[in-house]
């Protein structure tokens, strides 16, 4: 039987584990990457707290000694159940069984000002340019002069109050009072300001009242400034607008307020 397996995520990964040297099973797995991504840490990555090769695994690697897994880095393109294959940018591959495990995106749903200004951090490689972001921004901070230019500098908004914002704000914040003042001793970090925006009541809706009253707690101890029942309407990569009109000026915007499924053509 041969099996196709589209994405290297948890899911796709443990599959084609459990089946590697199975007997009658031919595998073949695909991915737009050649490593498995970590991705509860993404958020260390991008604030400097690990390095990317901590969280990337390579899948040939995890793969050496199968004699029935085969790897292709692709993009699915189209899925054509009929016909039992699926095209890829480089082939056709016909399959007995398909398994789509290609996971989620980020989702800014339908704003296409705020996919082209802020930041998404769903894969190893947003995390880096986040990192690089806010790294490029402090070292770039020491020449600014005007004193309005350097506070819009030194403000960063995370939008979304779900586990990917509370972590990613949370580094932030520790960044800003244990690391960013050793680095930078010329910049005065009481000026940086951390912005996390929430929808909805509470962070962590999705989570017991308890989690979502010790995080919003843990966050406010740190500094950040949490405003819940807020939406943003727009950015132009200079300006956030909310929905009630008031503005925060910031050149960083990280989006973690939404995912939507990778779903395939066909």
Known sequence: MKVVIAGAGFGGLRLARKLSNKPGFEVVLIDR???????????????????????????????????NVRIRLTNLKEVLPH?????????????????????????????????????????????????????????NAHTVKDEQTLQRMMNIVVVGGGP??????GALAEMKKYVLPKDFPELDFSRMNIYLLEGSEKTLASMSNKASAKSAAYLGRLGVKLL???????????????????????????????????????
């Open 83 to 139: 016909q039992n294959k699926v095209i890829t940018d480089e082939e056709e591959i016909s399959y007995d069984v398909l398994v789509l495990a290609t996971g989620a995106d980020t989702n800014f749903f339908g704003n296409q000002r705020l996919a082209a200004h802020a930041f998404p951090m769903k894969s190893t490689v947003e995390a880096l340019q986040i990192r690089h972001r806010l790294l490029q921004l402090f070292e």
């Open 228 to 266: 819940t029942h807020t939406l943003v309407k727009d950015y132009d990569g200079e300006k956030v607008v909310l929905q009630e009109g008031k503005t925060i000026d910031s050149p960083t915007v990280i989006w973690a307020a939404g995912i939507k499924g990778n779903i395939p053509g066909g």
């Open 164 to 169: 990917t914002g509370v972590e990613v704000s």
């Open 33 to 67: 990457f050649n490593y498995h991504q970590f991705q509860p840490l993404f958020y260390q990555v991008a604030t400097a707290g690990l390095d990317a090769s901590n969280i990337s695994f390579p899948l040939r690697k995890v793969f050496q000694k199968s004699r």
